[in-house]
């Protein structure tokens, strides 16, 4: 009697320490939140970059077939170009002129109406791996790169300037612009600022992340992308984070961005999510 007892106690333990065990650290469904996410169907393959139009199409940088646009906020979706090349950014400016980062092969430009045609504008002479491309206000061309440089394109000066001051991790997965044209960057080691055209940069939040991607909303929110933790957002202009995973079921978040009626899409594995509302 006395030795069953004692093999009950132990299978007790054994079933509170399995109770205790640390959950996974990525996006993981939770039944009692209300979903902030679901997956859309037009395309299922791994999207590493998206960006919007200023006249709301939206475009998706793909790993395996180029450059796609959808007409419908990411429902359908249609080939635009850049066929073989691996697109890991993308960013369209004021005249909507598209810019597409790629692996090893730099940036490319298209400026006609079908975007079927482009032009290689920045790769520096050698495999030039472009992470990540914002413009501002100006349409100024900010492009960051792994292990490089951040390179900005000014309007004033025409040419293509190497930043890299206060920037203790050089691997800008992401970058975005704020209503005040500030920059943000999303690296191997959480995110960084810029207040000066990205001449000088100082640590904001996320330490110890890898922040994949990152997007802007109209009003001052930030959304930021994680290799494995999800997203989040911040109120405060990158400098505290909150996770906003419900309804989330993959990882890495390759790509963010925001639609002209508000609906914040994620690139991901496994295609594309979207927010079940817009923002506020």
Not at 85 to 105: E, H, M, Q, R
Request: hydrophobic share 30%; aromatic share 12%.
């Amino acid at each position: 009697m006395k030795a069953r007892t004692v093999m009950i106690g132990l299978i007790s333990i054994f079933l509170v320490f399995l109770g205790c065990e640390k959950s996974p650290t990525g996006p993981t469904p939770d039944d009692k939140e209300t979903p902030f996410w679901q997956q859309t169907q037009g395309y299922d393959g791994i999207v590493r970059s998206l960006a919007v139009s200023p006249t709301n199409d939206v475009f998706a940088g793909t790993e395996n077939n180029g450059a796609l646009r959808s007409t419908d906020n990411g429902e359908t979706w249609g080939q635009t170009g850049l066929v073989g090349y691996k697109v890991l950014s993308l960013a369209i400016n004021s005249d909507a002129d598209a810019f597409a980062g790629t692996y090893y092969d730099g940036v490319f430009r298209s400026g006609n109406d079908t975007y079927s045609f482009w032009t290689q504008t920045l790769n520096k002479g050698f495999g030039l791996r472009a992470l990540s491309i914002a413009i501002n206000s100006t349409d100024d061309v900010f492009v960051g790169t792994s292990g490089s440089y951040i390179y900005h394109w000014s309007t004033v000066d025409r040419d293509w300037i190497q930043h890299t001051t206060g920037l203790t991790n050089r691997y800008i997965h992401s970058l975005t612009i704020n209503s005040d044209d500030d920059l943000l960057a999303g690296t191997d080691d959480g995110t960084f600022r810029s207040t000066d055209n990205g001449k000088t940069w100082g640590q904001t939040g996320l330490v110890g992340y890898k922040v994949l991607s990152l997007a802007t909303h109209s009003n001052g929110d930030v959304f930021a992308g994680t290799e494995s933790n999800g997203t989040f957002r911040s109120t405060d202009n990158g400098e505290t984070w909150e996770q906003i995973n419900a309804g989330l079921t993959n990882s890495p978040i390759w790509a963010l961005t925001i639609t002209s009626n508000s609906y914040l899409l994620a690139g991901t594995e496994d295609g594309i999510f979207r927010s079940t509302e817009p923002l506020e």
